[in-house]
């Protein structure tokens, strides 16, 4: 069964294609890799993933619903999550309550609610605070919990992100360079999040990387992209052993 | 006992330090140790503590600057004052009166806010900031030249003059123009300003420590993150928006039933105003709702205490400004403050532990 289908998608921003007809093919509990030189346009697929640019054309289906008119919150309603390459969170909130936001729309209270403090307040925190602790102790980060997020190491951010992501309860989940300024011992530790992450939520996960060893290591299936279209696709190892594939990495 | 978290802690606090602080005013009233210009104070001194705390939700926990917020105050000073004229004869018992006009003064300031901030709110930082500056002035100068009145025919109005209402003879005249309202029932006292300022409090308090607090910040820290993770952006600005803008109502009913006569002139609802209460939260600090409370009361009272220096006042006024805000922010003074509560801290354990 098909997690995500995107066909034929393209955008151009003023005269530069930067992705053209892309397709993509995820079958639900993959776990794919998009792969590409600097400036061949992954990030920016990520972008139309998640509503940030709208497509020219083309259409993303996402587990049969079609995703391609919805706003980013409606598409994260939808079930697609995401992460990004240069790291975004909610600096000044401890790590638990960017755990929290990422509960929002799981969070079954009202404003109402919140400000009289009714009992349902305190029973959905109570929940709330017990899922993200869950979320936290997941990602190793159970003992940073009161810490504002800012104050993280680079690398527990990441994963916070991680975190925070899986908190809306995605099908899809999408991670943007997820070992960017990593050392290898960080690298080794993610790509074990990695696989446990789809192991034991159920997802799907594409994913963005330039580092190798964590593409080849974890990705069973890679597409390449250069100069915004699809160079090939396929199983991990026969790709990275693709002459076209080193070619745009290293030139001639 | 079952564990309070920080922020119930902090919000206990706050609510026992107004509550301290009212006790020891009226101990001190009782005992006649009050002087008059002391008791002018309390009511404004409320006015300006909800006044700082509901901008700070702006400012300090949505992130944006908002540069009109007298104009909320000015939009519910004068509803509650009209709606206070127009029942004055029907509704006699003063306190439910008063908390009608009030609640009315709030509605209006949260009708206003709601209505400017769906085009308004999709503006960003400066040019917000400038948008919201102009609704004040515009809604100071448009009460500047509005008559009102009401007779048996029912109400009339006017932009011109109040003869031009053409009032029959039992009519009453409610606002003539730059004169403003005058013989607004004197409702106002210090307990009711102490009651809104816990009222504004807890909304605010609790508001911020829920789901939707949480959204707020997130939006502030990061817009972009925020709506990846569902968040509605415009729905959550304009929440704030809107609570702000009524608690600032409500501020502004305190006003106008703590004088008898009402006008827009002077520079009770202008930009000054809304710079003034823009002081208090930064010099408070940004997003520190205790902060804004002290500094409130403290920077109300200063420069009215300090009229004995005459010409000087305002100089000296300013340099305590530079000095406050010094003391917060800068990364000596932290540091100091750091230490400083290290040590006690320090002491209070060494104590404990020679106990056990």
Redesign the interface.
């Known amino acids: 069964m098909n997690m995500l289908e995107v066909t034929n998608l393209s955008i151009s921003f003023g005269g530069l294609k930067a992705v053209n007809e892309f397709n993509l093919t995820i079958k639900k509990g993959q776990l794919y890799g998009l792969i590409g030189p600097n400036g061949a346009g992954k990030t920016t697929v990520f972008n139309l993933l ?1 509503g ?1 640019y709208k497509a020219d054309t083309g259409t993303i289906v996402l587990d049969g619903q079609d995703l391609v008119k919805l706003s ?2 409606e598409i ?2 939808a079930g697609i ?2 992460t ?1 390459q240069n790291i ?6 401890t790590v638990i ?1 960017n755990v ?3 509960l ?2 799981g ?1 079954p ?1 009202s ?1 109402f609610d ?4 009714l009992p349902k ?1 305190f029973k ?2 109570k929940e709330i605070t017990e899922k993200a602790m869950e979320l936290l102790k997941v990602m190793g980060l159970e003992a940073e919990a009161n810490f504002t997020a800012a104050n993280l190491p680079y690398g527990k951010q990441r994963k916070l992100e991680i975190a ?2 899986l ?2 309860s995605p099908k899809l989940l999408l991670l943007d360079e997820p070992a960017a300024g990593m050392n290898p011992n960080e690298t080794a530790e993610l790509m074990n999040t990695i696989r446990f992450v789809r192991d034991n939520f159920d997802m799907t996960i594409l994913l963005i990387e330039h580092d190798m060893k964590l593409v080849s290591g974890i990705c069973e299936e890679v597409t390449v992209l250069n100069f915004g279209t699809e160079l090939t696709h396929g199983i991990t190892a026969d790709v990275l052993n693709d002459e076209r594939v080193i070619k745009a990495y290293l030139g001639d | 006992m079952k564990k309070l978290s920080k922020s119930t802690k902090n919000s206990l606090i706050n609510y026992g330090m107004v509550i301290a602080l009212y006790v020891v005013i009226m101990i001190i009233q009782l005992c006649g140790g009050l002087s008059n210009s002391m008791k002018g104070f309390l009511v404004p001194v409320c006015i300006y503590v909800i006044m700082a705390v509901s901008l700070n939700l702006v400012v300090g926990i949505l992130g944006e600057l908002s540069l009109g917020h007298a104009g909320f105050m000015c939009i519910g000073a004068y509803s509650g004052a009209i709606f206070s004229k127009l029942t004055e004869d029907t509704i006699t018992v003063a306190p439910i009166r008063f908390t009608i006009a009030i609640i009315i003064g709030a509605v209006f300031a949260a009708l206003f806010g709601a209505l400017i901030g769906i085009p308004v709110l999709r503006l960003k930082g400066d040019y917000l900031a400038i948008v919201t500056l102009a609704f004040g002035e515009i809604i100071k100068n448009l009460v500047n030249v509005i008559n009102f009145g009401v007779d048996s025919n029912g109400l009339h109005f006017s932009l011109k003059s109040a003869m031009d209402m053409g009032l029959a003879e039992d009519g009453k005249i409610i606002i003539k123009g730059a004169q403003g309202i005058s013989g607004t029932p004197q409702d106002s006292n210090f307990t009711v300003g102490i009651i809104l300022v816990l009222i504004t409090l ?2 605010v308090q ?2 911020v420590n ?6 707020i ?2 939006i ?3 817009r ?9 952006i415009t729905k959550y600005k304009l ?1 704030v928006f809107t609570i702000s803008a009524a608690l600032a109502g409500a501020a502004g009913v305190l006003y106008s039933h703590n004088f008898s006569t009402l006008t827009s002139a002077g520079d009770k609802f202008n930009y000054n105003a809304s710079i003034m209460i823009l002081v208090y939260v930064v010099l408070g600090g940004i ?1 520190n709702i205790r902060g804004s409370v002290i500094a409130a009361v403290i920077l109300y009272i200063l420069p009215e205490k300090l009229r004995f220096l005459s010409d000087y006042r305002m100089l000296v006024y300013a340099v305590v400004l530079i000095v406050v805000m010094l003391f917060n922010w800068s990364p000596k003074a932290k540091e100091f403050k750091e230490m400083v509560s290290y040590k006690i801290k320090g002491m209070f354990a060494k104590k404990e532990e020679t106990q056990a």
């Open positions: 998640t940030v980013t919150i994260n309603k999550a995401r990004f975004r969170l909610f600096k000044e909130l309550d929290k936001v990422g929002h729309n969070t209270y404003t919140g400000i009289f403090r307040y959905a925190e925070r992501a908190a809306t | 807890f909304v609790n508001l829920s789901r939707d607090g949480r959204a910040m997130a502030r820290d990061n972009i993150a925020a709506e990846s993770v569902g968040i509605n929440m997003g």
